[in-house]
C-alpha cells in the first residue's frame, strides 16, 4: 500500500484560514490559478483513493471527484467511528465508489446507514483493554490493509492536520506533496501536522515553481531512521 499526503500549505504551516472554515475559501482569496489546480488534480490520479478525514468532509463537504476526466472512477474514503458525519453530505450522494473506516463501537444504526447507501464499511479496531489503539478507535494500519484486501494498492491523504500527523507517526506515509501558498495565515488556525510528535526526516524529490505557488515533493525517511508509533484515529 503506497500512502502519500497532499496538502496546500502557507508559508508558515497552516492549511486553512482559521479553524471551522473550509479549506478552499483560501483558492478564492488569492485567486489560485488554474494550473495550480489542475496539478494537485494530476496528483491524486496517481493513487487509487483519496482519504480525508471526518472533520473535513464535516466542514468542507467535499465530493472529492473534481480530479476525474470523463469515464475515471473515483475512489474516495474517510473514517467516522462514532457516525459523526451528517447523512446528507455529498460524500454518501452515490457518485463514486466510497468507504468508511469503522470499528466494533460506532453505532449499529451508523453502520446500518452506510450499507443502505451503498457505501463499504470497513471495520478497523477492536474493543481492546481500556487505554489500547483498538479501544473503540480505528488502527490505522488495520484500515489501509482493509482498503487493500477490497483492491486499493494507494491512497493519497488530504488532511486535515489530525490525520496527517496520525499517519506520519505511525510510519505509513511514503511521500508528501506540498504546494506552498504566498501567504502567511492565522497561526491559530489548523497546522499540516496537528498535535505533538517526534522529529521525521524528509529527502526533496521534486520542486516546481507556477507563478507565486510552489509544489514539494517528499519523500519520508525509511522506518528505522524515524521513530513510529502506533496510529489510532
Known amino acids: 500500500m503506497r500512502v502519500a499526503l497532499l496538502t496546500a500549505v502557507s508559508v508558515n504551516g497552516v492549511i486553512t484560514g482559521e479553524r471551522g472554515r473550509n479549506a478552499h475559501d483560501l483558492e478564492g482569496f488569492l485567486g489560485t490559478p488554474r494550473e ?7 496528483i491524486r490520479r496517481r493513487y487509487t483513493a483519496v482519504l480525508v478525514g471526518t472533520e473535513t468532509v464535516r466542514i ?41 473506516g469503522v470499528c466494533e463501537e460506532t453505532p449499529r444504526d451508523y453502520v446500518e446507514f452506510l450499507a443502505e447507501r451503498g457505501v463499504e464499511a470497513v471495520f478497523s479496531g477492536s474493543a481492546g483493554s481500556a ?19 477490497r483492491g486499493i494498492d494507494s491512497v493519497v ?7 496527517n500527523r496520525a499517519l ?3 510510519g505509513l506515509v511514503e511521500r508528501i506533496h506540498l504546494v506552498l501558498l504566498p501567504a502567511v495565515l492565522d497561526a491559530g488556525a489548523p ?15 521534486g520542486m516546481e515553481r507556477v507563478g507565486e505557488y510552489v509544489w514539494l515533493e517528499y519523500a519520508v525517511a525509511p522506518l528505522m531512521e524515524t521513530a513510529r508509533s502506533p496510529g489510532g484515529w
Not at 495550480?36 to 494530476?42: F, I, S, T, Y
Not at 488502527?139 to 489501509?144: C, E, G, P, S
Open 168 to 170: 506520519l507517526t505511525a
Open 36 to 42: 495550480v489546480l489542475e496539478h494537485k488534480a494530476a
Open 191 to 205: 497546522n499540516l501536522f496537528e498535535g505533538p510528535g517526534d522529529p521525521v526526516k524528509l529527502r526533496l524529490e
Open 60 to 100: 468542507d463537504n467535499p465530493t472529492l471527484t473534481s480530479h476525474a476526466p470523463p469515464g475515471y472512477s473515483c475512489v474516495r474514503a474517510t473514517l467516522d467511528r462514532t457516525g459523526r458525519l451528517p447523512r446528507d453530505c455529498r460524500f454518501f450522494d452515490g457518485t463514486a465508489r466510497t468507504l468508511v
Open 157 to 163: 491523504c488530504e488532511g486535515g492536520g489530525v490525520l
Open 131 to 149: 487505554g489500547s489503539a483498538g479501544s473503540g478507535r480505528i488502527d490505522l494500519a488495520v484500515f489501509l490493509e482493509g482498503l487493500a484486501a
